[in-house]
């Protein structure tokens, strides 16, 4: 249920009712926004009616939500977009991230290169991963705390924040080190106590949509996170399995504006896993940005032809500005705000 309060409704009345959801061992979620404050009530349905919160004083109405994920719904936060503030840089609303950097972290070298090219590029955020979901068992698994220290040290000499990803919640802590995000990749969007591990951590997390998830599987896993009280959620297209074989994965754009509909939270692209081939990523990505994506997760590789992984779709780091510029542009006309200026 979604109690409503009255624009001028004060705090001793928003915290009655919090405390009077809670009395019946609901959990009360309450959102201010510019012009209400909403309490979501999530919790045995019947127990909540029967607090008749409707005519409390300071409370304007109570409506059932309808959709299985309550948190996650665009309902919840009476329209509004959430905006999350990671390090700095600014995603949802009008704020663009880019987010950029190889698949895999390989080597010092590799990463430091192609984390300074991306910051000059214009990247809000740097992406490399240490522990890598592999097909085949005996491919690179990632260099893992070797490859998180590295990215501390991209962090350190870029200031860029670090997206990366995290498998197994046994690695949780040295991730924490140093990720500003974590990522849930395609292949775990469904690992509950995952994301339930990740919800507690309170750090924000990038949840990718599974290989053949629906969008409602999708916003589901997020509520697993936000049920912890880990507001920041960003979801992500990346692909998925369809009939279609002259491309890997079917980028499904149409996933953007309808998971915005849905959705307060911030709805990214990725779209380096889908074609997997390099001359394709540019114009999807053009695609996502003007379709209203909130953001771009992109792969980018010093030497794309010597990476242990993924290297046909990255893109290079010497033509990473001026695409960089074209998605800015492209972002744009779904009535972004510069971040290149923002970035620099
Ligand atoms: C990745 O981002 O490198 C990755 C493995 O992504 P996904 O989980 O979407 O396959
Ligand atoms: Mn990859």
Known sequence: MMI??????????????????????ARAHRSSGEEVTVIGAIGDREHIARLELEGSPGV????????PYKLASTQIRHGERSVLEIGGRK?????????????????????LTAAHAVNQGGATMLRG????????????????????????????????????????????????????????????????????????????????????STLEELLMAAEYVLKEGNESVMLCERGIRTFETAYRFTLDLTAVPVLKELSHLPVIVDPSHAPGRRDLVEPLSLAAAAAGADGIIVEVHPQP??????????????DFARYAQKVEAAAAVAGKASF?????
């Not at 624009?7 to 019946?24: K, L, P, Y």
């Not at 991209?154 to 949780?172: F, S, W």
């Open 4 to 25: 409503v309060m009255k624009s001028d409704a004060t705090e001793e009345q928003v915290h009655s009712v919090v405390e009077r959801i809670e009395s019946v061992g």
């Open 60 to 67: 304007d109405r109570v409506v059932p939500i309808l959709k």
């Open 91 to 111: 995603i949802g609303g009008e704020h663009f991230a880019l987010i950029a950097g190889p698949c895999t972290v390989e080597s010092r070298d590799q990463l």
């Open 129 to 212: 991963g240490a522990y890598k979901p592999r097909t085949s068992p005996y491919a690179f698994q990632g260099l893992g705390t070797e490859g998180l220290r590295l990215l501390a040290e991209a962090k350190e000499q870029t200031g860029l924040p670090v997206v990366t990803e995290l498998m197994d919640a046994r690695d949780l802590e040295p991730v924490l080190e140093v990720a500003d995000v974590v990522q849930i990749g395609a292949r775990n969007m469904q690992n509950y106590a995952l994301l339930s591990e990740v919800g507690r951590s309170g750090v924000p997390a990038l949840i990718k949509r599974g290989l053949s």
């Open 305 to 318: 032809e010597d990476a242990i992984c993924d290297g046909p779709q990255q893109l290079r780091t010497a």
């Open 340 to 344: 290149i200026a923002a970035a620099a």
